[in-house]
């Protein structure tokens, strides 16, 4: 079974500090995701990754930046973080399209917020 | 990019009674359609998908149909009982050379099964 584990379950931060969210995938998959969830907005994309170093943004990756130095981990940074950040994180992961879309696998997510 | 548009935002039914959820999306290039379940306090898990060379695929209570032509989709959950009350999410995709398979969600229904 796919296992995607993220740090934190809960997370309290205050604005301008930097904040790391730590994501990791047991299933050696090549593709992680970083989503922000909010009421009424379902999820939304922030950044993803398709290999080690590799990123690309997502629909709203203003204020985030990301980083994967290894095919297991996913990193979400937050720069300098503002209340407006405040919100669930979910990280995903799946393997490599190949020929056919693949399901993406969520964690449990990291409930943060920002004072 | 893609928009997918979800509806009802909620919904409830009676224990025993269908529910049926609606998502139409914009790009006709998509052509992988995940749904996903979300509990409360829980991670959003994949309850069934659809690619875009079927027309209905089905398992057990539930089943999903795709209209290509119309770019819409719809899930359908029968006999529903209280633990199917959830957040339900769909989703498009149409994948990427890169071989991510970026999902684009609707805002989610919530389901409500009344004992």
């Known amino acids: 079974d796919v296992k995607v584990t993220q740090s934190s379950r809960y997370l309290v931060k205050r604005t301008g500090e930097k904040v790391f969210l730590e994501c990791v995938q047991d299933m050696d998959h090549e593709n992680m995701f970083w989503y922000r969830q909010d009421p009424g907005l379902g999820l939304r994309l922030i950044y993803f990754?398709?290999?080690?170093?590799?990123?690309e943004k997502g629909d709203i990756p203003e204020g985030y930046s990301v980083s994967r130095e290894k095919k297991e981990r996913f990193s979400l940074i937050l720069e300098s973080a503002s209340t407006n950040q405040t919100s669930m994180y979910l990280c995903?992961?799946?393997?490599?399209?190949?020929?056919?879309?693949?399901?993406?696998?969520f964690g449990d997510g990291t409930r943060l917020s920002i004072l | 990019g893609e928009n997918v548009e979800q509806h009802p935002s909620t919904l409830s039914v009676q224990e025993g009674d269908s529910a049926v959820i609606k998502c139409t999306y914009s790009?006709?290039?998509?052509?992988?359609f995940p749904w996903y379940k979300q509990e409360l306090g829980k991670r959003p898990q994949l309850i069934i998908d659809?690619?875009?060379?079927?027309g209905e695929k089905k398992d057990q209570r539930i089943a999903v149909t795709l209209n290509k032509t119309a770019k819409h989709f719809s899930l359908h959950i029968t006999e529903t009982q209280p633990e199917d009350s959830a957040v339900y999410f769909c989703?498009?995709?149409?994948?990427?050379?890169?071989?991510?398979?970026?999902?684009?969600f609707g805002t989610g229904t919530r389901l409500t099964v009344i004992p």
């Open positions: 659809i690619r875009s060379n079927v």
């Open positions: 990754s398709y290999d080690v170093k590799m990123k």
């Open positions: 989703a498009a995709s149409k994948g990427a050379e890169t071989g991510a398979n970026n999902l684009f």
């Open positions: 790009d006709s290039a998509s052509n992988y």
């Open positions: 995903a992961s799946s393997p490599s399209m190949g020929s056919r879309n693949q399901p993406q696998h």
